[in-house]
């Protein structure tokens, strides 16, 4: 039966009789469903009313599990609440005021005639949108809705629930307010132009569930065209959490970056962009693979995107299949297909097997099964040890970046959320314990600190802003502020004397 995840709350009436409970959770085991939890709700003279949560597989061994127990003799089911469908009742995010609107006086300073200051302030000086408006901490969360978790192209008002799932996490964990912006194109020039249209009210794009090839050239496009940074977390998420990750691995197998021999499986969005992120912090010896075996330039049927990259990596020019890539090899990442990598492959690398499995939920090579043949193993599992989790990365790196007022991302900045990361396992480093939770509140302050101030080191943040605050620029927004209230007042006597 396939793993269980998925929580109902069945509400049941039943016969008020001695061990009909006990009947109940029979029918649950013989089912395989998996009592969580129950309690009696009501009682009457010869009805219990119980709630029982439980866990199964899917909607049909919902069904089953439901039908078993209304063929019980004294048991009804009366109605199956879905935890999931409960959790998003009404959305899942909303808007809270900064400043409540309690009456005339209040009314006059946040809207007309106050307002007017602050419109002519930013008509003057627009970095006077960074300190005066929401645009400091905004950042848009832009999709399609074409490549969503697994379940493929399903459309941007689909997807929905996904972006506000996104927005949430931005919220929780790096306290930043982020909105889903659903753009219902898959022409890139059409989708760059649209969402070029409405950037300037935020302080950056991250750019979610976008299919490849198609995200590469928006994310480029986009990066040319704005001002502010761009950032597809499909690629770049993954690719800070996994360097994170072989940054501290390397370390329990006393190897440095550099000296690595990496073999990346699965040349989509995330495999280009692990490939690229290694190559920045260092990695050198780096072998694309995909399902025909290693990406070489001259492959026939091989798109721009992997030509261009094969010509960047695999110094040793090694071609053929995936099993001349992994023959001592050191890593293996693989960010493809389930059960894709089989275990006598793996005792082909070298003796220090770093295997990062990441498709997900099931991964290349199930933990269980390397167990004893690798040193370090990571999954993008909750349920094993060395969970790469992007929630490690974008909070704290959109903190850092709206932090600093920065205008771009680089990889500069990327390596530093990776090296930030990977700095809070610190002396609790072991072969299960790479990367921290996606619970450990303490990754965004360390990463936001650490991309913020690599984006202030390179010059890439905005004059004025908060980011960048200094005496000049100080003194020129109360400059700007002063010429507001002089327009005003000169304004208000104009009309007086009309």
Do not use: W
Not at 186 to 214: H, K
């Amino acid at each position: 039966m396939p793993p269980l995840s998925q929580r109902l709350t069945l509400r049941l009436a039943l016969e008020n009789a001695p061990g009909m409970l006990a009947r109940v959770t029979g029918v649950l085991e013989t089912t395989g469903a998996e009592l969580v939890a129950t309690e009696r709700t009501d009682e009457q003279r010869h009805v219990v009313f119980r709630d029982l949560t439980v866990e199964v597989s899917d909607d049909g061994h919902a069904d089953l599990v439901a039908a078993a127990l209304n063929d019980l003799d004294g048991v009804e089911v009366l109605s199956i609440l879905d935890d999931v469908l409960a959790a998003h009742e009404g959305g899942k995010i909303r808007i809270e005021l900064t400043r409540e609107v309690n009456g005339p006086e209040d009314l006059s300073l946040v809207y007309t005639p106050g307002v007017a200051k602050v419109c002519q302030m930013i008509a003057e000086d627009p970095v006077a949108a960074y300190r005066f408006t929401i645009r400091s901490n905004s950042v848009a969360i832009v999709t399609d809705g074409s490549a969503v978790l697994g379940l493929g192209d399903i459309g941007p008002l689909a997807s929905l629930p996904v972006m506000e799932g996104k927005a949430m996490l931005f919220k929780s964990f790096g306290g930043v307010d982020a909105y889903p912006i659903l753009v219902d194109e898959q022409d890139p020039d059409t989708f760059v132009d649209t969402v070029a249209r409405i950037a300037s009210g935020f302080s950056g794009i991250n750019l979610e569930d976008i299919a490849a090839p198609r995200c590469f050239e928006i994310e480029g496009k986009l990066r040319q065209r704005l001002d502010i940074p761009v950032f597809h977390d499909d690629q770049h998420g993954t690719a800070v959490v996994v360097l994170a990750a072989l940054i501290n691995a390397a370390e329990v197998v006393g190897r440095e970056l550099s000296s690595l021999r990496v073999v990346v499986q699965g040349i989509g969005s995330a495999g280009v962009a692990i490939i690229n992120l290694l190559r920045a912090a260092g990695v050198e010896d780096i072998v694309p693979v995909d399902i025909d075996g290693i990406v070489e330039p001259r492959r026939k049927g091989t798109d721009p995107i992997r030509r261009r990259l094969a010509r960047q990596v695999n110094p040793r020019e090694l071609t053929g299949g995936k099993e001349v890539a992994l023959l001592g090899a050191d890593v293996f990442i693989g960010v493809s297909g389930p059960n894709s990598l089989p275990l006598e492959l793996v005792q082909t690398m070298s003796e220090d097997r770093i295997v990062f499995a990441l498709a997900n939920p099931a991964p290349e090579i199930h933990p269980d099964v390397a167990r004893g043949h690798v040193r370090v193993m990571a999954t993008g599992r909750s349920d094993f040890p060395n969970q790469i989790n992007n929630v490690l990365c974008f909070p704290g790196l959109f903190r850092g970046l709206l932090d600093a007022a920065a205008t771009a991302v680089t990889d500069e900045m990327k390596v530093a959320a990776a090296h930030g990361i990977a700095s809070i396992v610190g002396d609790d480093l072991s072969a299960d314990y790479v990367v921290p939770s996606p619970f450990d509140r303490s990754v965004v302050p360390v990463v936001a600190e650490a991309v913020a101030s690599t984006a202030r080191a390179q010059g890439h943040v905005r004059p004025g802003s908060f980011g960048s605050r200094d005496s000049e620029s100080e003194a020129a927004l109360h400059e700007a502020a002063r010429r507001a209230v002089r327009r005003a007042v000169a304004a208000r006597f104009s009309d007086n004397e009309g």
